[in-house]
């Protein structure tokens, strides 16, 4: 059976992002996102999940500075909803909780709802949300609480005291996953890469002009701040081509001479749940 690396502890969002990307693999998980990329890079499994970003706090930091130096690629994503819950260790009196375990990306995503319902309660960081729904569920005390998933809290057996308390409604996660080669497929209609452009007047929309010529949609771009040459403007960029590789090597081609550098993250098909209403264009 495939293994599939995701981090932090069964019932994370990761691990139900692996279940839905590879549902019939070996879901193996890592304490960190450096140890789940350097397995991948290393064989022990043959791809692993990492959440890119969210659209309710943005990138994920971790990720964004191993994404430059990994020596793996994208060949797939999928956006997962992040539906955060109240779980608790059975029944509870919610004026009784005086602690919150959690993420930091929990804590943040379900701000409005712990300010309204939990202002005085105490904030505790756990490494993921899996983690806390598991400490708080083990720990029998029904006066502290967890923000996590039902996922987390049927896979742990505890009991969803508030659902649906996340800032929005449509807060989601983008996952990819990644591997040690590339992959090309017909039905593949985004790319991810990294640029470099000089650092004087023009540099950035002479190359993204040779996009535009070439028919090739630009859906993200981003300024990248960790690079080896920090005095050059860097970009990460999601590019679209309508599963016409050829407009993106044709473009690639072309760009060279308005770039300093460049690094290609993998081309694949993009999730179907993109649209303008959640942030994340389609191709």
Not at 168 to 179: K, P, Q, S, Y
Not at 195 to 206: D, E, N, T
Request: charged share 20%; net charge negative.
């Amino acid at each position: 059976m495939t293994k599939i690396g995701y981090l932090g502890q069964p019932g994370s969002y990761s691990h139900q992002a692996a279940t839905q990307l590879r549902p019939e693999g070996e879901h193996v998980n890592f304490p960190s996102f450096e140890e789940l990329v350097a397995a991948c890079e290393q064989g022990e499994v043959a791809e692993s999940v990492l959440p890119l970003e969210n659209s309710e706090s943005g990138r994920i930091p971790d990720v964004h500075r191993l994404v430059v130096s990994m020596e793996l690629f994208i060949v797939g994503e999928l956006l997962l909803d992040v539906s955060h819950c109240l779980v608790t260790c059975g029944p509870a009196v919610e004026a009784e909780i005086h602690s919150i375990f959690s993420h930091p990306q929990g804590f943040l995503q379900s701000s409005k709802f712990l300010k309204a319902r939990f202002p005085d309660a105490q904030r505790r960081t756990r490494s993921d949300t899996a983690s806390a729904v598991r400490e708080v569920v083990a720990s029998g005390d029904r006066h502290i609480a967890a923000i996590g998933s039902e996922f987390a809290a049927k896979h742990y057996g505890g009991t969803v005291l508030h659902r649906g308390i996340s800032n929005r409604e449509d807060n989601i996660t983008r996952f990819v996953i990644v591997g040690k080669e590339a992959t090309f497929d017909e039905t593949d209609d985004m790319s991810s890469l990294i640029i470099q452009v000089g650092h004087k007047p023009g540099s950035l929309v002479h190359a993204l002009a040779v996009f535009g010529n070439h028919g090739v949609n630009i859906t993200k771009l981003e300024t990248y701040m960790i690079s080896e040459r920090t005095e050059l403007p860097t970009f990460y960029l999601d590019i679209g081509c309508g599963g016409q590789a050829q407009k993106l090597i044709d473009a690639m081609s072309e760009i060279e001479p308005h770039i300093s550098y460049s690094k290609f993250l993998g081309s694949y098909k993009s999730d179907p749940r993109r649209s303008g209403r959640n942030g994340f264009l389609k191709p």
